[in-house]
């Protein structure tokens, strides 16, 4: 299987990724502007709400708060996750510029497939193991 060549131009295939770090941004701009640890700023998660236990993303909003405000330790208490996911999430940022600005997706083949698949599995098998295991471990919850 070949690689994919974008014929759009540089500019309008740089789009898309530009505008989600400018949303990215002004979302994050709001968010140390509003502390979402004051009650009434922010919906509560449906899952505390309904179950009153912690999902895997309890915690997200005040940690992202912790981390706008240079406080590493505020966000780790929060949710641990967000500062393994946060890493991660700028890569693939920056790999989806690079291949916007190069304009060429590289080829797919069954190998890449299968590992990114595998991959998806265990990531999806470690957040839903973090959601048991942070309702029974004290140091784990969202510290809210």
């Known amino acids: 299987m070949a690689e994919r060549v974008d014929t759009r131009s540089r500019g309008r295939r740089l ?3 530009l505008l989600t770090a400018g949303i990215t941004a002004g979302a994050l701009g709001y968010l140390f502007a509003v502390d979402p640890n004051e009650p009434g700023h922010y919906p509560l998660c449906p899952t505390k709400a309904l179950f009153g236990i912690d999902c895997p993303g309890c915690g997200c909003m005040r940690g992202l708060y912790s981390l706008t405000h240079g406080d590493l330790a505020g966000a780790a208490n929060h949710n641990v996750l967000l500062l393994v996911f946060i890493p ?8 989806w510029v690079m291949r916007a600005w190069r304009g060429v997706t590289p080829a797919v083949s069954v190998r890449s497939l299968r590992l990114r698949n595998r991959t998806m599995i265990v990531v999806l098998v470690a957040i839903l193991a973090f959601g048991v295991v942070r309702n029974f471990v004290p140091y784990l919850d969202s510290a809210a």
């Open 15 to 17: 789009v898309a990724p």
């Open 88 to 95: 991660i999430a700028i890569v693939l940022w920056i790999r």
